[in-house]
């Protein structure tokens, strides 16, 4: 029987609008005049919606998080319980006309002699089953054993919001950045080879032919490479043998065709790191790491002027990450360096912007490396505020956070993309996984 790379379907339904179903080795996607449109993991998991102007993102904890655009500003907001359940309940009503006023249509497209299923390297599907994947979906079971499997996911790098997160420790090994309570929930932990191959096991078991959407590993939590290197290998080598990890030169082409091959094949390992965790590892050790897959890593520099590190009770200094982030170019691996905004306020103003690009500038950052620009958002759970209120440092405003980017950008003596990092917003309150 042939197969297709992907599948495409143009119909339209008795009330008028035009559907356009698509079906690859990634993931269904419905469209609805183009004005609604659904994607779907191929477990049948909704992942996201266009509904005329508003985006959602579905969480795999449940919830959804809504944005749209509303007089040139843009908008979030969590829908409440109620709302997530009635979103689903329209999604699942427009699924069910697709099936019942075309279903005769899609299984005589499943007769015809060529697109019939699609070969998804150990699966075969058909749209026909997709769809009543879709329709059947327990969406409370799934969250259920989202919270059985994980520790709740509190922050991606915002290119990898769709990985796939393997928790290989628990926590931060710190917590004591007076800005964050990302992970002051739990203790930190590292887990053992077997804990973490059964972790493993349970996350493929959880997501199912669903993994084909998620093309690159996170190794979670916040700072997963502070795993004494003797510890980290046999964790990294199961991740190795699990999942096919594209080599580091592979050209676009063979990229494609490696994600299309096989559903558990991934572009690569990716993990943050704190200044003083990366401080222990030498340029050999981040090697090994490179060579089991590990891709780019995330380096929280905040700032690079020391006071205000001192001040925010950061683990390391600006001087132990610019040295941490050269030994890690050393060793063949990207960078992702973190810088925050408006923090410190006022206070910190010139030191920050000025101590920022020349820490950034000491960097030896190239075309393969990305700076983020995070906008300071206070957490009522950390001890920032508390701190700013008793010291009378203000919180920042967005036009102030604005010009911090533009004067520590001005400032930069690095080369411009395609040579030089690039230069990417970074908003926590986005971040959905
Ligand atoms: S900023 Fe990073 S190192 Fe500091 S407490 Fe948060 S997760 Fe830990």
């Known amino acids: 029987m042939p197969h297709a790379s992907s599948i495409h379907h143009r119909f339209s339904l008795p009330d ?9 080795h990634e993931a269904l996607t419905l469209s609805f005049d183009e004005l609604q449109v659904y994607t779907f993991d191929l477990a049948g998991r909704l992942y996201g919606a266009f509904d005329h102007g508003v985006n959602y993102r579905r969480g795999l904890d449940g919830r959804v998080l809504a944005r749209w655009r509303e007089g040139g500003e843009r908008k979030r907001k969590w829908l409440g319980e109620e709302e997530v359940r009635a979103f689903l309940e329209r999604m699942r009503g427009e699924i069910e006309k697709v099936i019942s006023d075309q279903y005769s249509v899609i ?5 015809e002699d060529a697109a019939k299923t699609l070969d998804v390297g150990r699966w075969t599907l058909d749209v026909s089953n997709q769809l ?8 409370e079971a799934d969250v259920r054993r ?27 090994s710190f917590n004591t950045c007076t800005f964050c309570a990302l992970y002051r929930d739990r203790p930190f932990r590292i887990k053992s080879p077997e804990e973490f191959e059964g972790h493993v096991r349970d996350v493929l078991d959880f997501f199912g032919p669903g993994v084909s959407m998620r093309r690159s590993i996170f190794l979670a939590d916040a700072n997963a490479l502070i795993i004494p290197q003797r510890r980290l290998l046999p964790l990294m080598t199961i991740v190795a043998r699990a999942f096919p ?17 096989d559903p558990r094949a991934m572009t690569g390992v990716f993990a943050f790191v704190d200044g003083l965790s990366a401080e222990r590892k030498t340029v050999a050790d981040f090697g090994e790491l490179q060579a089991l897959g590990l891709r780019r890593v995330y380096i929280g520099l905040e700032s690079g002027h020391e ?13 132990e ?11 063949g691996l ?9 923090v410190g306020g006022r206070r910190f103003d010139r030191g920050h912007v000025a101590d920022t690009a020349a820490a950034l500038n000491a960097m030896p950052l190239d075309g393969k490396d990305i700076i983020y620009f995070s906008p300071f958002e206070p957490d009522p759970r950390a001890p920032y505020l508390s701190i700013g209120r008793a010291e009378g440092v203000e919180l920042p405003t967005p036009e102030f956070m604005d010009a911090q980017r533009t004067r520590i950008l001005a400032r930069l003596t690095l080369p411009l993309p395609p040579a030089g990092p690039k230069r990417v917003p970074y908003n926590l309150a986005d971040f959905v996984y």
């Open 107 to 111: 299984s005589g497209l499943e007769s």
């Open 307 to 319: 006071p205000l590190l001192a001040w925010l009770r950061k683990p390391s200094t600006a001087a």
């Open 334 to 342: 990207q960078v992702g360096v973190i810088v925050l905004l408006g």
């Open 245 to 261: 990890i594209l080599p580091e030169d592979a050209s676009a082409e063979a990229r494609r065709e490696w994600l299309r091959r």
């Open 321 to 331: 990450m610019v040295d941490a982030v050269g030994r890690m170019k050393a060793a």
């Open 16 to 24: 008028g609008r035009a559907v356009h179903l698509r079906l690859n």
């Open 146 to 172: 989202f919270h059985q499997i994980y520790r709740p996911i509190s922050i991606l790098p915002p290119d990898q919001y769709q990985a796939l997160v393997l928790q290989a420790t628990e926590g931060c």
């Open 132 to 139: 009543e994947r879709v329709v059947d979906f327990d969406y």
